[in-house]
């Protein structure tokens, strides 16, 4: 299943954020799709915050990046951030970063998150553990 909800999100590149030869260092881009990730829950109209004060968190249990070109300190990026498919149990998210003066396709990549029992970090089945917060993400 698939509801075909897609979010953007703009981030400046920060000094702390590149390596040695003046890029952003790989790992950052992780941290963008967290941020993006954010964003597009919140286009549920749910935030983390939420979803973990009701009981349920969403860790990632795979994830990968094709970086395709280099961004650089004092770039402004645009995450598209896309869900992909959606589970009771897990769903898959992808991103795509672009630099956002000349729309230059950074890097792809994808997570795939779990629901879970906050209190017991198990797998939950998000349609029978709350339900309310399941139709929020089929919107």
């Known amino acids: 299943m698939s509801n075909n909800k897609t979010s953007y999100t703009d981030i400046r590149v920060r000094y702390a954020e590149t390596d040695a030869m003046g890029v952003v260092h790989h790992a950052n881009y992780y941290v963008y799709f967290e941020r993006a990730r954010e964003d597009l829950i919140e286009s549920f109209g749910i935030s983390y915050f939420d979803m973990e004060n009701d009981g349920v968190m969403t860790p990632v249990v795979e994830t990968q990046c ?74």
């Open 66 to 139: 094709k970086y395709i070109s280099p961004a650089r300190y004092g770039d402004t990026i645009t995450v598209k951030t896309s869900m992909d498919k959606l589970t009771p149990v897990k769903f898959e998210i992808s991103y795509e970063v672009y630099r956002k003066s000349d729309n230059t396709l950074l890097a792809k990549g994808k997570t795939l998150m779990a629901f879970t029992d906050k209190n017991i970090f198990s797998p939950v089945s998000l349609k029978k553990f709350r339900p309310a917060m399941w139709e929020k993400f089929n919107i």
